[in-house]
């Protein structure tokens, strides 16, 4: 009881720090700004960050169920390595999602986990699914990925089949990410894309980058088939 006690009052504390506010208002940016562009509508996504020290095994996340319109900082709440709500967010549920955010910290060094629902990357891996992992290349945007210095350069992105089995997700996101783990973001058929970094400036390009290049894709796809 008195531990519980003492870590509420302790982390009481840490939200108030100057570092992790500045976090925490970068993110808010971020979540309405990707609302606005239509990535996360009827309070669909998910979004977090790494606290930083002392406490860089916890993490931030949004709460489930909050229109991204509206989001504020009080909707965000603190996890552990588990995805369970520390006590100061006890009362507070997470989404079921929480799980995916926290194998990717836990395994991939991440800093920020950025997931989001737009249209072109819910239809592309819809397309594609079969395909299993999707090759890009050409593309002068490509750039925005972390250690790409070419249009000429081929990434591949993995495509999960969607599913409410976070756990059973986690396994097969684990299999391919043990084997590739120079890929920064994944989508789940039907679903939406995941993308990360070692900041959340650069889990926002990896986003943007994607977003983009699914959006070329898919109009290209619809240009092929007019064509046909
Ligand atoms: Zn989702």
Redesign the pocket.
Known sequence: MYYIFNQKKIFMYFLETEQYQHLEKELLEIIHLFHSRGWSMAT???YSFRNPSPNETTYTISRSGVDKLQFKKDDFMLIDAEGVALPIHQNIKSSA?TLLHTYLYENLATQCVL?T?SKSSTIYSLIHQKDKVVKITGFELLKGIRNVGSHEAEIKIPIFQNSQDMKQLVREITAYYDRNPETYGFL?AG??LYAWGNSIAEAKRHTETFEFLFDCLLDIYKMQKTKD
Do not use: K, Y
């Open positions: 669909s996504t998910n999602e997931h629902h789940l679903h939406g």
